[in-house]
Antibody, heavy 123, light 111 residues
Framework: EVQLVESGGGLVQPGGSLRLSCAGSGFTFSSYAMSWVRQAPGKGLEWVSGISGYSGSTYYADSVKGRFTISRDNSKNTLYLQMNSLRAEDTAVYYC????????????????WGQGTLVTVSS | QSVLTQPPSVSGAPGQRVTISCTGSSSNIGAHYDVHWYHQLPGTAPKLLIYGNSNRPSGVPDRFSGSKSGTSASLAISGLQAEDEADYYCQSYDSSLSDWVFGGGTKLTVL
């Protein structure tokens, strides 16, 4: 069974830093692109960042570019999100999501999600 | 303001059919990028419902169907059941933003 388990969320002051982790199991972790998607309280989903499987190419939403860094350790089947210079608007549940690409059109979608970890940025 | 526009809410009685629209533009849905759908029950993580415009993952009932035309996509739910009450999101890729994007979400209420 495919499983994703996030950890590392919590309360942090504005300007502070936090590192999220996502442990994957039940699939060949290194073969799949992974992403972080967040959901602010009472709001919709927002894609935050993604990383390819083998090459480790990284991608960021403009809202976090230059502040967040995504990385992965395929030997540990773990995805990370280093979040620096946190702002109140970064407050959200952060989900780790496993990417899957359609064969015909190479379109990325998210076929498995973790349970999420809450990040609260407040003084 | 989401790049993909969904109605904030839809409703229907048990057994009825409802549709949820997802309207984009020439830089996402209209640029032939696929549309995918997720649903999210209260207090839980999103779950994949439809991928590649109209494909259902294993385990998703055939009451759920997706379609795409031009710059829009739709999710149809037939034989509405109480457990279908959830938030529904569409997702695609936008070439202008170079980002994967979600719709704002639609809350489905089963009357």
């Amino acid at each position: 069974e495919v499983q994703l388990v996030e950890s590392g969320g919590g309360l942090v002051q504005p300007g502070g830093s936090l590192r999220l982790s996502c442990a994957g199991s039940g699939f060949t972790f290194s073969s799949y692109a992974m992403s972080w998607v967040r959901q602010a309280p009472g709001k919709g989903l927002e894609w935050v960042s993604g990383i390819s499987g083998y090459s480790g190419s990284t991608y960021y939403a403009d809202s976090v570019k230059g502040r967040f860094t995504i990385s992965r350790d395929n030997s540990k089947n773990t995805l990370y999100l280093q979040m620096n210079s946190l702002r109140a608007e970064d407050t959200a549940v952060y989900y780790c999501a496993k990417g899957h690409v359609t064969v015909a059109t190479a379109s990325l979608y998210f076929d498995c999600w973790g349970q999420g970890t809450l990040v609260t940025v407040s003084s | 303001q989401s790049v993909l526009t969904q109605p904030p809410s839809v409703s229907g009685a048990p057994g009825q059919r409802v549709t949820i629209s997802c309207t984009g533009s020439s830089s996402n849905i209209g640029a032939h990028y696929d549309v995918h759908w997720y649903h999210q029950l209260p207090g839980t993580a999103p779950k994949l419902l439809i991928y590649g415009n109209s494909n259902r993952p294993s385990g998703v009932p055939d009451r759920f169907s997706g379609s795409k035309s031009g710059t829009s996509a739709s999710l149809a739910i037939s034989g509405l059941q109480a457990e279908d009450e959830a938030d529904y999101y569409c997702q695609s890729y936008d070439s202008s933003l170079s980002d994967w994007v979600f719709g704002g979400g639609t809350k489905l209420t089963v009357l």
